[in-house]
């Protein structure tokens, strides 16, 4: 099981990560900027159909999401007292840039494209530890996982409500997305100013308190 100070704080992050991606898909007309299954799937679908403008807008996504994954997964490599740290740092700059090219009358695609580096970048802000994936920006595995070890629990081959927490950082990213979408209609892309507040409050709370004590 994950101890439950640290699930609150992945389920944050998860549901930040949900806020993000149905900011950014209502932004960019039904692209994902975190969702690599989808925009692979239409990526597909634009070359079968000669959709070329739909097809360098996928793939745009799909590389840019992998290279804010290798920019965060390498930060993350770092002293464990400031990876999450340089982390969140990566993550508010392309957040921020998103925002800011948006401000100054940018595409949403452009303006996207750098937000797509910041949901990559997220990923790698909690190290995993335990049963439960969290912060993450995907949830088909962990969707997978709750199956299996409630699989497992009939059995009593694992703990009998792990596969509850699993079904929690669904609903977060749930809830997020919801509540995203909510503050798009209502403010349009100025609602990523939220989970930017939530990123920055990380990101002082681990810079200033070390992992250690903000995840216990």
Do not use: C
Not at 22 to 38: K, P, Q, T, W
Not at 80 to 102: D, I, K, N, Q
Not at 134 to 156: E, N, P, S, Y
Not at 176 to 196: E, K, N, R, S, T
Request: charged share 5%; aromatic share 10%; no cysteine.
């Amino acid at each position: 099981m994950t101890p439950t100070p640290k699930l609150s704080l992945g389920l944050l992050l998860t549901a930040s990560a949900g806020f993000i991606d149905a900011v950014g898909f209502i932004e960019l007309g039904g692209f994902f900027v975190s969702f690599v299954s989808g925009n692979t799937t239409q990526l597909g679908d634009a070359l079968a159909t000669d959709a070329l403008p739909v097809a360098l807008v996928t793939a745009s996504l799909i590389a840019l999401f992998f290279i804010g994954s290798v920019a965060g997964a390498s930060l993350a490599l770092l002293h464990r007292r400031w990876a999450a740290s340089a982390v969140l740092a990566f993550v508010l700059v392309a957040m921020g840039t998103s925002l800011g090219l948006s401000a100054a009358g940018f595409t949403a695609t452009q303006a996207m494209l750098a937000l797509a580096v910041a949901a990559g970048a997220q990923n790698a802000i909690l190290q995993s530890e335990g049963a439960v994936r969290l912060g993450a920006t995907f949830v088909t595995g962990t969707m997978f996982a709750a199956a299996q070890d409630l699989a497992k629990a009939l059995r009593h081959q694992a703990p009998p409500w792990r596969w509850v927490q699993h079904l929690l950082v669904w609903t977060s990213l749930l809830l997020g997305a919801a509540l995203g979408a909510l503050a798009y209609h209502a403010v349009g892309i100025y609602a990523l100013i939220a989970p930017i507040v939530v990123y920055a409050a990380f990101f002082l709370a681990y810079t200033m308190l070390g992992p250690r004590r903000v995840q216990t």
